[in-house]
């Protein structure tokens, strides 16, 4: 049993019933970075994932759940881009409506990429909390499912990168994860920590506004904290005051927590693509980032990280790998 309503249980049926849909990515291991680290260190690649995040899994787990009468109402989300990329991909798959709220913040890439998807993009406020009641307003006035990311059947689709580290590296004994609204981390943490409680969880966010860091110190969901521009802009956003699931999962299961800056988060970016040839987005490349810092406490034995995201504006991508690889030996 479980006091959050996602089980290891939920984590396996969400395998089974998303595993036709989502890719199996690759566990690549990174001879850079287990130099830098001195122990041996591994990317998880959700960058290639379909729709380019990690987020597609819940997305699949959660609109295959609804019932009848929900999915002909249509769904409603508010995203700052890949969980409404991924929610605009699974609905078009499955024929149902979707309606996709994002900030004048959401990066221009990932705005199209939804329309393209043929989702309705509304796009309202200047940062997420706005759009974020707005959605709020739609979802009353047009009668639609509203899909929050704070969900068991989300956070147990997220989930299923635990149990796929585990069959790829059964003696994982670290593992850095990004951190926005925490469902991520919260279902990799509930998998790894049930199988052994010694499994180290690391949550990495941005310097530029961490809202889960803020809300694990202040002991309570911390609310009005200013969103500011990051590299990182698929961790930006609040946490809904009414959450009842990952917060508590974070208080549980994280044991550090590390903050990036926007310079640590470019130089992961440039690495990933330069050293692994990997298109990473900001929100993607924070564990990597971390770990080339140093910031992280010693690690040992096998570590992953997880690369959550490749939805970056590739121009630049482009200028801030060019910035940084013109002095550097190319291996
Ligand atoms: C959503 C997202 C995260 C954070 O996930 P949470 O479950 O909100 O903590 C990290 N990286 C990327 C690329 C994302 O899209």
């Not at 927590?257 to 990933?272: G, Q, R, Y």
């Not at 991508?317 to 002095?327: G, H």
């Amino acid at each position: 049993m479980s006091d959050f309503g996602v089980t290891v249980r939920d984590a396996y049926i969400a395998k089974q019933r998303i595993q036709s849909n989502v890719r199996r990515t690759p566990l690549i291991h990174s001879l850079w970075l287990t130099q830098t680290a001195d122990t041996s260190v591994f990317l998880k690649a959700e960058n290639l994932q379909q729709t380019r995040s990690f987020k597609i899994r819940g997305a699949i787990n959660k609109l295959t759940s609804l019932t009848e009468e929900e999915r002909e109402r249509g769904v409603i989300v508010v995203s700052s881009g890949n969980h409404g990329r991924a929610v605009a991909y699974v609905a078009k798959q499955l024929g149902m409506k979707a309606v996709i709220c994002l900030s004048e913040r959401a990066p221009r890439n990932k705005v199209e990429s939804i329309k393209y998807l043929t989702a309705e993009v509304v796009v309202h406020g200047e940062c997420y909390n706005e759009a974020e009641q707005y959605s709020h307003y739609l979802e009353k006035k047009r009668g639609l499912t509203y899909i929050t990311s704070d969900d068991p059947f989300i956070i147990a689709g997220h989930a299923t990168i635990g149990i796929e580290l585990l069959e790829d590296l059964p003696e994982i004994d670290a593992v850095l994860v990004p951190v926005s609204a925490g469902g991520l981390i919260g279902g990799i943490g509930q998998v790894l920590k049930s199988v052994d409680p010694k499994v180290r969880m690391i949550g990495v966010s941005m310097k530029r506004e961490p809202v889960m860091y803020r809300s694990l110190k202040a002991g309570k969901i911390v609310q009005n904290v200013e969103e500011k521009e990051t590299l990182a802009d698929a961790l930006a956003g609040g946490i809904d005051p009414n959450n009842k699931y990952t917060f508590r999962m974070c208080q549980k299961y994280i044991d550090e927590f590390i903050l990036v800056s926007e310079e640590e988060i470019a130089e992961a970016m440039a690495f990933a693509l330069e050293k692994h040839h990997l298109v990473v987005e900001g929100a993607g490349a924070v564990g990597i980032a971390a770990l080339m810092s140093r910031k992280v406490g010693k690690l040992r034995g096998n570590v992953a990280i997880v690369v959550t995201g490749g939805n970056v504006d590739l121009p630049l991508l482009l200028e801030i790998t060019k910035e940084r690889c013109k002095e550097k030996d190319i291996v």
